[in-house]
C-alpha cells in the first residue's frame, strides 16, 4: 500500500465535457506528478507540482491544467475533452523533489471519452 | 530529448527459470537514473530496481537484478526464479537528475510477461 489513493476509479465523459481527477497522498508528500497511459502505452508526463506551484510540465496543451492543496492532495483538470484523452491518469507523489525520496503511485483513474 | 525503447512488446517464461527484459535508451546527459517498473492488473506502478548513472555496479535486489551498460545505453533486467506473481507489465524508465519538467520520468513501451506454470 502506497497510501496514494485516486478517485474515482472509472470515469465515462462525452467529448467537449470538462473532468476532474482526483489524488490525496500521505502527509508530507509535497510533490506530485500526474501522468497520462494511453492504452499499450507507457505513462507520459504531464506536470508536477511542489508546494501547491507547478514546477514542470511535459507537452500537453493548456486544457490541461491542475491544482495542489495545502492537505495534500490534487487535482487534475481536463477542460474541452477530447476522444484521445481517454487513457489512465496516474498521479504519483513523494517527500521532496530529491531522488533519494521515493515515488509513490496511485492506482490511476481510468477515463473513457465518448 | 531523451527516448526510452523497449523492443520486445511480450515474454513468457517458465515458473522457476530465468528470463531477461530489454530496454535501451538515448540521451546526451552523463548522470541519470535508470529504473524498472511493473505494472500488475491493479494498474498500480510498483519500483522493482534501479540504477544511478554513476554506479558501475549493477543493482540487484533478490531476485531482480540488471546488466547496465552505459557505453552501449542499455539496460536489461533479469527475473531469477519467476513466480507466477511476477507477470505483469514491466516498464523501464529514465530520469534526468534536474528538477521540474526535466526531472520527470520517460517511459518505454513495456513488455508484458507472462509466467507460465
Known amino acids: 500500500e502506497t497510501g496514494v489513493t485516486q478517485s474515482p476509479t472509472h470515469l465515462i465523459k462525452t467529448r467537449g465535457q470538462q473532468v476532474t481527477l482526483r489524488c490525496s497522498s500521505q502527509?508530507?508528500?509535497?510533490?506530485v506528478s500526474w501522468y497520462q497511459q494511453a492504452l499499450g502505452q507507457g505513462p507520459q508526463f504531464i506536470f508536477q507540482?511542489?508546494?501547491?506551484?507547478?514546477?514542470g510540465r511535459g507537452n500537453f496543451p493548456p486544457r490541461f491544467s491542475g491544482l495542489q492543496f495545502p492537505n495534500y492532495s490534487s487535482e487534475l483538470n481536463v477542460n474541452a475533452l477530447e476522444l484521445d484523452d481517454s487513457a489512465l491518469y496516474l498521479c504519483?507523489?513523494?517527500?521532496?523533489?530529491?531522488?533519494?525520496?521515493?515515488?509513490?503511485f496511485g492506482n490511476g483513474t481510468r477515463l473513457t471519452v465518448t | 530529448a531523451q527516448t526510452v525503447t523497449q523492443s520486445q512488446p511480450e515474454m513468457s517464461v517458465q515458473e522457476a527459470e530465468t528470463v531477461t527484459l530489454s530496454c535501451t535508451y538515448d540521451?546526451?546527459?552523463?548522470?541519470?537514473?535508470l529504473f524498472w517498473y511493473k505494472q500488475p492488473p491493479s494498474r498500480q506502478m510498483i519500483l522493482v530496481i534501479r540504477?544511478?548513472?554513476?554506479?558501475?555496479q549493477n543493482a540487484t535486489e533478490n531476485r531482480f537484478s540488471v546488466n547496465f551498460q552505459k557505453a552501449a545505453k542499455s539496460f536489461s533486467l533479469k527475473i531469477s526464479d519467476s513466480q507466477l506473481g511476477d507477470a505483469a507489465m514491466y516498464f523501464c524508465?529514465?530520469?534526468?537528475?534536474?528538477?521540474?519538467?526535466?526531472?520527470?520520468?520517460?517511459f518505454g513501451k513495456g513488455t508484458k510477461l507472462s509466467v507460465k506454470p
Open positions: 540504477q544511478e548513472a554513476y554506479k558501475q
Open positions: 524508465a529514465y530520469r534526468s537528475p534536474y528538477g521540474g519538467s526535466q526531472g520527470n520520468l520517460i
Open positions: 540521451t546526451s546527459e552523463s548522470d541519470y537514473y
Open positions: 507540482y511542489y508546494r501547491e506551484e507547478e514546477n
Open positions: 502527509s508530507g508528500h509535497n510533490t
Open positions: 504519483a507523489t513523494r517527500s521532496g523533489t530529491g531522488e533519494n525520496s521515493p515515488l509513490h
